[in-house]
């Protein structure tokens, strides 16, 4: 008896809305118009990711809402395109600017090197799109199911090789954004295209992608830019001196959710070697295979990680030779050292500083005794360099002469934000998610649960003498992985209010996933677990034995979960 042919399984809802969206503008404009409501329909909320843009609503005051019968406080985050995170103090002054005039008052800068507003009044929208566009800004691919913010090295080292890295990075950036001109119809008020060649997305197609999409560039010895947790990441290879090509590495993604097994953080694989001139071209070959072979059922096994799990590398490279006409070399020897920022006072080989500041979560704003935004808004206003933001959510002063120096000392010594004034090396390595009250998605606290959490332990590691040791710490309020926590010596996953799972044992240069160690504990559980863990490595670590790899030699179970095929170095 012949077997009929398998069902096909329904497209996710999200591919019906692409499909009909007319290029990403489905009906956004007349959502914007409705002031009945601060809210815009679902469908749309989907299209707005692709411009930038998230609808969320302040999870603090939700039930008090619900409970008067009000409407929930709805706002959007807008997250701006910024590719290597790079931003001029032009920039800079009309974005502080902004984010009082238009926002909640805050800057927060992400683990993807750009920035996000927070709390933006759907009628505040286009001011501030417009805002950002006239110092040459803008949201486009911030978020959907694209290629995003792309990720470079931000050490403003001055050499030629970094910058040549920064210019791939950009090149490919600008390559793959979508050729879509929604956003600009949508919020600068541009006419509309009459006539001529009808629009099309040729790299992209009507539905995008599968999924979204992140790409990274590093510069070895630094791993600043966690390479391995990018679908598609590009190793820089120096020899000689010079930049000679990129091992690329393919497949790397932490999202997953509890209990379910089937999604898991996984580390990207190395493809092999190919020459400068080939970036672009192989990261077409990357983005359309994905594009053509992702998942496009189920969500959440659409990133390119499941891909290339489900087919096979040996398949995935094959495929991307083929489309783009490359061939992979072996991959060339290279090696990480480090993941942290510089920080403090550097100089650079062309005689200029720069300045590597702290910033607790990446948050901007004027607390009590800690006034960043207003000392950042002064020293942009005399600064003659850039900014350059970092994957750890910091922030890179560079470009400084040696007049110009002390002005910029004594803001930062007014305002009292010098880093000797960070207390530890746990607190230079610490990162967290956003979570809440913004995260629609946020099971426990992150951002504002992390300065307990710091504190708790800095006073541990002070009566063990590990306070100067950098060790790696971040938190999300929920296992998407958003500060990267699996790649963290200690990492805390949101589970619940108060709730987390424990996470130990990843490298510090960011080459190996960590594994769990305890499911669901609270700050007081974690710190009973863990004080006798590092009074044992303080007493045997082996020389310059980091705190994650004392944990995976000594304290893990063999069996502890996380999937981390394929080699890296
Ligand atoms: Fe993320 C969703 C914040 C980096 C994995 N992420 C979200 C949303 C938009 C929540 C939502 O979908 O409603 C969060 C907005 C919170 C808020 O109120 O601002 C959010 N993600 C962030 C940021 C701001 C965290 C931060 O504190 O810095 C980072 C912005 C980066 C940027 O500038 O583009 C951020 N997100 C990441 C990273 C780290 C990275 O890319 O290097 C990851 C893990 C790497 C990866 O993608 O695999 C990450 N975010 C996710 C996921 C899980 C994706 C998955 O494959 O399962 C989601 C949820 C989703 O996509 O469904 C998510
Ligand atoms: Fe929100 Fe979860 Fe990302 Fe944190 S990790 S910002 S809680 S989606």
Known sequence: MSQSPPVPKPLAANETIKSNSHLLRGSIASDLADTSTGAISDDNGQLTKFHGLYLQDDRDLRNALKKAGKEKAFSFMLRVRLPGGRCTPAQWLVLDSLADRVANQSLRLTTRQTFQFHGVLKGNLKPLIKGMHEVLLDSIAACGDVNRNVMAPPNPERSAVLQEVYNHARAWSEFALPKTRAYHEIWLDDEKVAGGEPESEPMYGATYL??????????????????????????????????????????????????????????????????????????????????????????????????????????????????????????????????????GWQRCADGSWFYGLHILSGRIRDADGWPMKSALREIAGIHEGDFRLTPSQNLTISGVTDQKKPLIDSILARHGLASENVRSGLRLNALSCVALPTCGLALAESERALPEFLERFETILEQLGLKHDAISLRITGCPNGCARPYLAEIGFVGRAPGKYALYLGASYQGTRLNRLFAPSVTLDDAVGLLTPVLKRYALERQDNERFGDWCDRVTLPADATFHSPGTRS
């Open 210 to 343: 599968p999924r979204k999409f992140k790409t990274g560039f590093a510069l070895p010895p630094s791993n600043d830019v966690d390479i391995f947790s990018q679908d598609l990441g590009f190793i820089a290879i120096v020899e000689s001196g010079r930049l000679v090509g990129y091992n690329v590495v393919v497949g790397g993604g932490l999202g997953m959710s509890h209990g379910n097994e089937e999604t898991f953080p996984r580390l990207a694989d190395q493809l092999g070697f190919i020459d400068t001139q080939s970036v672009n071209a192989v990261g077409e070959a990357v983005l359309t295979t994905q594009r053509d072979h992702g998942d496009r059922t189920n969500r959440k096994h659409a990133r390119l990680k499941y891909t290339i799990e489900d087919r096979g590398l040996a398949w995935f490279r094959a495929e991307v030779e083929r489309r783009s006409g490359v061939t992979f070399g072996p991959p060339r020897p290279f090696s990480f050292t480090s993941i942290q920022d510089p920080f």
